[in-house]
């Protein structure tokens, strides 16, 4: 019994240093596997959750490459950036996420204040709100320059160093009113001889008003283009492409999930951006300009053909004619021109569809004239009938292109007046 109880202890003797080392790194290596794989389960749940309450609040989550957990999260007026791996349930509804948001505020004219943050955020899907809280960044309007950088609390900044203050209405036109005036003086009385027409010109300023809506700059010289069937501003067809994006997003967020899969979604962009590139442009401009004009779709290198079908654009060819552009990604080109020049038309757009196609990674087949183009019977009508065009593109998306297009002046001018009135809210 001696013998066996000594042999039994002797097995039991400690193994040597170096055997004893390796099973110490193996069991923390299997300590490690699990606590990771049960991180791993518990993001996993975590997520599930997200994703359940993002379809419960209709939320679009959109998976923005096949080879990453990189999403961006969509509602109205909203667009949040993230990855899967950065989510902590706090509360009901309640989440902590690492991202990158664009959000878009719209005053009682609908002109908009961009806000863009980075950093933590306390998110409330049920409620719609995204507080920036801890360390991180703001943005300085729609604009890649900082505005602050520190500590945030729910959404606001409290770090005491020195930052940049900025106007809430920093995106708005603003007026110059220190304007130096010219006196001119009789070298004989002394007198000043141009006080009257320094009064007079004070006067037709003081009578002209001018104010802001949809983020453009209206008088009632653009009423009166309207009234009189006058040529159309930029300024009118810029405004109402804002409108026709601000009512698409609102429209198409109301749908159930079931129901807005089956949107062909329109993003309208201004006419100021292809004026902007003037008549030699080059890619890099192109680029550079498209990057400031949808710097929301920066952080998914302008692949907005992720999350809409078609875009929209009015162009104005040298001044004196308007036409339009849609384009479905990756099948066709549409030129809409309501005169009989579309052979004309298609020589200016050749080169700009090129460029807009390489710039936005998209490839489109064919370029075709619309079947609703060639209308036009006056010298003046061209941007009424874009706008007309725009109104019936921006329908079709909910009604999938059900309806016979029809081109009613009367009924799209009245239109435009209640939208730059400013007596209209």
Not at 5 to 12: A, D, I, L, P, T
Not at 153 to 181: T, V
Not at 287 to 293: F, G, H, P, V, Y
Not at 336 to 363: C, P, R, Y
Request: charged share 25%; aromatic share 12%.
């Amino acid at each position: 019994m001696g013998c066996l109880y000594g042999y039994f202890m002797k097995q039991k003797q400690p193994e040597s240093s170096n055997q004893l080392e390796s099973q110490q790194k193996e069991s923390k290596e299997i300590d490690q596997n699990e606590q990771a794989e049960i991180s791993n389960n518990s993001s996993q749940e975590t997520y599930k959750r997200w994703q359940m309450d993002c379809n419960k609040f209709k939320y679009d989550l959109i998976k923005l490459n096949k080879d990453s957990y990189f999403y961006v999260l969509l509602f109205v007026n909203i667009q949040f950036y993230h990855y899967q791996r950065d989510i902590i349930t706090k509360e009901v509804n309640q989440y902590e996420v690492d991202g990158f948001l664009y959000k878009t505020e719209y005053d009682e004219d609908f002109n908009p204040k961009y806000i863009l943050q980075e950093g933590r955020f306390l998110i409330n899907l049920q409620r719609g709100t995204f507080e920036l809280n801890g360390e991180g960044v703001e943005f300085l309007g729609k604009s890649k320059f900082r505005k602050h950088e520190g500590k945030f609390q729910n959404g606001r900044f409290i770090s005491k160093q020195q930052n940049i203050i900025i106007s809430q209405n920093e995106n708005q036109p603003r007026k110059i009113n220190n304007q130096k005036k010219i006196i001119i003086k009789d070298a004989a009385t002394g007198l000043q001889i141009n006080k009257q027409q320094q009064q007079n010109r004070y006067q037709r300023n003081h009578n002209q008003d001018v104010w802001c809506k949809y983020n453009q700059t209206f008088s009632n010289n653009d009423l009166n283009i309207l009234k009189n069937k006058g040529w159309m501003t930029s300024s009118i067809i810029d405004g109402y492409v804002l409108y026709l994006n601000f009512e698409s997003e609102k429209q198409y967020f109301q749908l159930q999930e079931t129901e807005r899969k089956n949107v062909q979604r329109v993003l309208f962009l201004p006419s100021s951006l292809t004026t902007n590139f003037g008549k030699n442009f080059t890619y890099d401009k192109v680029r550079k300009l498209l990057e400031q004009e949808l710097l929301q779709y920066s952080q998914m290198n302008l692949s907005i053909q992720l999350i809409y079908k078609k875009v929209g654009i009015p162009i104005n060819q040298n001044n004196f004619h308007w036409y339009f552009l849609l384009i479905e990604f990756d099948t066709k080109v549409e030129i809409f021109d309501s005169t009989q020049n579309s052979i004309t038309i298609s020589g200016h757009a050749d080169k700009l569809i090129k460029t807009l196609q390489e710039v936005l990674q998209i490839k489109c087949k064919t370029i075709v004239n619309s079947k609703e183009s060639g209308k036009q019977r006056n010298d003046y009508s061209c941007g009424y009938h874009v706008c007309n065009y725009m109104k019936f593109v921006q329908q079709a998306q909910f009604n999938n292109n059900n309806r016979r297009y029809d081109y009613q002046e009367n009924k799209i001018i009245q239109i435009l007046q209640e939208l730059i009135d400013k007596q209209t809210k």
